[in-house]
């Protein structure tokens, strides 16, 4: 049998406390765990868990990672913000954070995910670059197919 510790937690007041220049949900939001990631989205899909149920009330949750969205601004235009935090013996800890995410903003948070879930998580220098391409790409195929082109004209020259 696993035993899982849960905290009473009111989310509003503690992400309020870390972060005093939020204004909570504003114009929507959610919470969900994460649990592991997928590379094979670029999207919020990417952060593997289940959404949970946080708002201004006191509710229960468990040690592990949570990602907070947290719209504000404009409803027909809200600015999205992305809060990756640590829960652990009661304690919320803030670990990276996407302002103003846009198309593929789950891709910069892969490697603090990587790293929370991983301890022995080592980000190389290969996996930081694949990043940045599909943070810069998305899945345009063909402009993926002009890169590698050019890469492989560019090793070419270097051979």
């Known amino acids: 049998m696993t035993w ?15 972060d005093p220049s939020i204004n909570f949900r504003a114009t929507g939001g959610w919470v969900k765990t994460v649990t592991g990631l997928d590379k094979s989205v670029l999207n919020g899909f990417s952060l593997v868990g289940e959404f949970v149920k ?6 229960e949750f468990s040690d592990g990672l949570y990602l907070d969205c947290n719209k504000e601004g404009k409803k027909s235009n809200p600015k999205q913000d992305f809060r990756l935090f640590r829960l652990k013996n009661g304690k919320l800890t803030l670990i990276d954070q996407v302002y103003n995410g846009k198309k593929n903003w789950a891709v910069e948070l892969w490697d603090s995910v990587s790293e929370e879930i991983d301890p022995n998580y080592q980000e190389n220098e ?3 670059i694949m990043t940045i391409i599909l943070d810069k790409t998305g899945k345009n195929v063909k402009l993926l197919k002009k890169l590698q082109i050019e890469l492989d004209q560019v090793i070419a020259d270097f051979q």
């Not at 946080?54 to 509710?59: C, H, L, R, V």
């Open 54 to 59: 946080a708002g201004d009330y006191k509710t």
């Open 126 to 128: 290969v996996d930081k």
């Open 4 to 18: 899982r510790i849960m905290m009473l937690l009111n989310w509003c007041e503690e992400i309020t406390n870390i």
